[in-house]
């Protein structure tokens, strides 16, 4: 059985990959409908963070704690109209 997962913050459904972090399997489309889910709004958010930091940032670096509050659920791009 495998769970749904849903990334508020990159608006990514998947499903986990079970080698220890945090990776998974990302879906473009429902699975029991067959419609597309909404785009994943993941290279927005690392070119919002770069701008923010300063410099280039990846999925597992700790310094994306210190951004924002919004930037830590989907309040950043529902804000920005994505």
Do not use: N
């Not at 990776?23 to 690392?46: C, I, Q, Y």
């Amino acid at each position: 059985q495998q769970p749904l997962i849903y990334s508020p913050v990159f608006r990514e459904f998947g499903m986990p990959v079970f080698d220890g972090g945090p990776a998974m399997t990302t879906l473009r489309f429902d699975p029991w409908t067959g419609k597309p889910l909404p785009e994943s709004v993941r290279d927005a958010f690392f070119d919002e963070a770069e701008k923010i930091l300063g410099h280039e940032v990846g999925v597992l670096d700790e310094e994306l704690e210190t951004l924002p509050a919004s930037y830590q659920s989907e309040a950043w791009w529902i804000k920005k109209g994505l």
